[in-house]
């Protein structure tokens, strides 16, 4: 548990840490993630959506079509083939 006069401090960092992994989510970053964790990504990313709505920065957003996005990051990317 985080301390109260770090809390902010130390879930900034670790919040960064979660972006970049999901901005650079490669096949073999998959392969690591267990259950919980994919359960605690979609949590994370479903409250970071809410945070935004509250706060004015975004509208509404659809909650299914959200879930579908955090889903599909779990999925193999498509195979490419040359023609």
Do not use: K
């Not at 670790?14 to 970049?20: H, Q, Y």
């Not at 935004?52 to 498509?78: I, K, N, W, Y």
């Amino acid at each position: 548990m985080n301390m109260s006069y770090c809390r902010f401090q130390n879930t900034a960092t670790d919040f960064r840490d979660c972006l970049e992994n999901l901005r650079s989510l490669e096949p073999e970053d998959r392969d690591h993630n267990t259950a919980n964790e994919r359960r605690a990504r979609r949590e994370l990313i479903l409250d970071a959506a809410t945070l935004m709505q509250e706060l004015g920065v975004d509208d509404v957003f659809d909650t299914h079509a959200l879930l579908r996005l955090v889903d599909a990051l779990d999925q193999e990317p498509a195979e490419e083939f040359d023609d």
